[in-house]
C-alpha cells in the first residue's frame, strides 16, 4: 500500500510562510486524491483542504481560504501545501492522507471530506507558529 511522507514543517514566525510536501515511493501519487489535516495540540484534528483524483480541482476549510494552496507536481511525484501568511492559530502537526476513493466539496462554504475505507496516513509534520 501506498505510504506518505510529510516534509517541509518548522518554526516560523506570523505572517510567514512554508511549504509543505507529500510524497510516495514506489508509486505515483497521481491517481490518488490527497488532502491534509492538521491537529493543534489538545484540539481535534481537522481538515485543511484536498486535490480531488481525477479532475485536480481543490477546495479548502474556509478559514485558510486565500492563504493556503494545494497543487500537484506530477514530474516529482509530490503534492505540496504552500501556506501564507501563517497565524498562530495555524500551529499544528500537518497530516497528508492518501484515498483514491475519497473526494472532498464545498457546501454553502463548508469544507467537506469524504474518505474511503483505502485511505493512508503520513507520519505528520510539526508546524510551529511563534514569534
Known amino acids: 500500500q501506498l505510504q506518505p511522507v510529510e516534509s517541509g514543517g518548522g518554526l516560523v514566525q506570523p505572517g510567514g510562510s512554508l511549504m509543505l510536501s507529500c510524497s510516495a515511493s514506489?508509486?505515483?501519487?497521481?491517481?490518488?486524491?490527497v488532502a491534509w489535516f492538521r491537529q493543534a495540540s489538545g484540539k481535534d484534528r481537522e481538515g485543511v483542504g484536498c486535490i480531488n483524483y481525477p479532475d485536480d480541482d481543490v477546495h479548502y476549510r474556509d478559514v485558510v481560504k486565500g492563504r493556503f494552496t494545494i497543487s500537484r507536481d506530477s514530474a516529482k511525484n509530490t503534492v505540496h501545501l504552500q501556506m501564507n501568511n501563517l497565524r498562530v492559530e495555524d500551529s499544528g502537526v500537518y497530516y497528508c492522507v492518501v484515498d483514491a476513493g475519497a473526494h472532498c466539496n464545498e457546501r454553502r462554504g463548508v469544507y467537506g471530506y469524504s474518505p474511503s475505507v483505502h485511505e493512508a496516513w503520513g507520519q505528520g509534520t510539526q508546524v510551529t507558529v511563534s514569534s
Open positions: 514506489g508509486s505515483s501519487l497521481d491517481p490518488y486524491t
